[in-house]
């Protein structure tokens, strides 16, 4: 097998560290496994157009390394295509490789690489955007994107800017007046987010935003109305005890697709933590089994079963 690497120099672990550093430690991991690897650690705006050179070399794999939005991003080159995606989890959260069970340590998930096991995920669309995990819009792009205005005026670290963009956000608490269309359904309602999700999202505790499939071929809902400032406390706290109950506290539904209407000519719409600007209506679809990624192999089943 023969690995194409590319390796978000801005993503977690690897910007941490001296970028030859994290490429040492990559190439390392692949000559202990015996794979034959070409690595480039790339920066943020030259990120794509590698991952889409890689994609058309003639590597038997493209292997990314970074969190969810590398991914997310890379992704796009793969999407319909033949050749696998490999991960390596080496971002801040890596919800994705942790929902298709990527091991987070380094030498076992260029384990998972050189095994060769394949499964087909489903992929999440949004105006010709791809997204592998979630995409809203609402408070959470709208916080995002003022944590980034806030970076780029006064800089500082990412927390004390994320903590003060949730404080202005929540203090303005802007509200959307939106109409879902989606099959036979019409709904409209003012609400403080929409979340979509690629596959459903477990809702109990220990596995809040947690994924058990990523081949159900459907898109997961979930929305609030206009709770009020106190209710959304609420409905946060709720959250975070592994309490949230449906009906009671958010729907949900489950589609192949939906749009969104407004009366606002564009929304910021966070695509798996990135944030952009998007032309409503904003219409939702899925690519079913449309990403090749090389994942652990099944456990074999015990024998006489």
Same mark, same amino acid.
């Given at each position: 097998?023969?690995?194409?690497?590319?390796?978000?120099? +801005?993503?977690? +672990?690897?910007?941490?560290?001296?970028?030859?550093?994290?490429? +040492?430690?990559?190439?390392?991991?692949?000559?202990?496994?015996?794979?034959?690897?070409?690595?480039?650690?790339? /920066?943020?705006?030259?990120?794509?157009?590698?991952?889409?050179?890689?994609?058309? +070399?003639?590597?038997?794999?493209?292997?990314?390394? /970074?969190?969810?939005?590398?991914?997310?991003?890379? !992704?796009? !080159?793969?999407?319909?295509?033949?050749?696998?995606?490999?991960? #390596?989890?080496? /971002?801040?959260?890596?919800?994705?490789?942790?929902?298709?069970?990527?091991?987070?340590?380094?030498?076992?998930?260029?384990?998972?690489?050189?095994?060769?096991?394949?499964?087909?995920?489903?992929?999440?669309?949004?105006?010709?955007?791809?997204?592998?995990?979630?995409?809203?819009?609402?408070?959470? &792009?709208?916080?995002?994107?003022?944590?980034?205005?806030?970076?780029?005026?006064?800089?500082?670290?990412?927390?004390?800017?994320?903590?003060?963009?949730?404080?202005?956000?929540?203090?303005?608490?802007?509200?959307?007046?939106?109409?879902?269309?989606?099959?036979?359904?019409?709904?409209?309602?003012?609400?403080?987010?929409?979340?979509?999700?690629?596959?459903?999202?477990?809702?109990? #505790?220990?596995?809040?935003?947690?994924?058990?499939?990523?081949?159900?071929?459907?898109?997961?809902?979930?929305?609030?109305?206009?709770?009020?400032?106190?209710? #959304?406390?609420?409905?946060?706290?709720?959250?975070?005890?592994?309490? #949230?109950?449906?009906?009671?506290?958010?729907?949900?539904?489950?589609? &192949?697709?939906?749009?969104?209407?407004?009366?606002?000519?564009?929304?910021?719409?966070?695509?798996?933590?990135?944030?952009?600007?998007?032309?409503?209506?904003?219409?939702?679809?899925?690519?079913?089994?449309?990403?090749?990624?090389?994942?652990?192999?099944?456990?074999?089943?015990?024998?006489?079963?």
């Amino acid at each position: 097998m023969k690995a194409t690497v590319v390796l978000n120099a +801005s993503a977690g +672990s690897i910007a941490a560290a001296e970028g030859s550093a994290a490429v +040492s430690r990559v190439r390392e991991a692949f000559e202990r496994a015996n794979l034959e690897a070409e690595i480039h650690a790339i /920066g943020h705006q030259g990120f794509p157009a590698a991952v889409r050179s890689a994609a058309a +070399s003639d590597a038997d794999v493209v292997v990314l390394g /970074g969190g969810d939005g590398t991914l997310s991003t890379g !992704a796009a !080159a793969l999407v319909g295509g033949h050749k696998p995606l490999g991960i #390596l989890p080496l /971002g801040t959260f890596n919800h994705f490789a942790k929902d298709v069970g990527i091991p987070l340590d380094l030498d076992q998930a260029v384990g998972t690489i050189e095994s060769g096991h394949v499964s087909e995920v489903d992929v999440g669309e949004v105006n010709g955007r791809f997204f592998l995990n979630n995409s809203s819009i609402g408070l959470y &792009p709208s916080a995002v994107a003022q944590r980034e205005e806030l970076r780029h005026r006064h800089g500082g670290g990412k927390w004390p800017a994320t903590f003060n963009a949730c404080v202005d956000v929540f203090r303005r608490f802007p509200l959307l007046t939106v109409t879902l269309e989606a099959e036979d359904r019409v709904v409209a309602l003012t609400t403080p987010f929409i979340f979509v999700g690629n596959n459903r999202y477990e809702m109990s #505790l220990f596995s809040l935003g947690t994924r058990t499939s990523l081949q159900e071929g459907e898109l997961s809902i979930y929305l609030t109305r206009n709770l009020g400032r106190v209710g #959304l406390l609420r409905l946060a706290l709720r959250a975070l005890l592994g309490r #949230l109950e449906q009906d009671r506290d958010f729907h949900s539904f489950m589609l &192949p697709g939906v749009e969104i209407r407004t009366r606002r000519r564009s929304l910021p719409v966070s695509l798996d933590g990135e944030v952009v600007r998007m032309a409503s209506p904003i219409r939702y679809s899925l690519r079913p089994r449309a990403l090749r990624v090389l994942v652990p192999p099944p456990n074999p089943s015990p024998q006489g079963a």
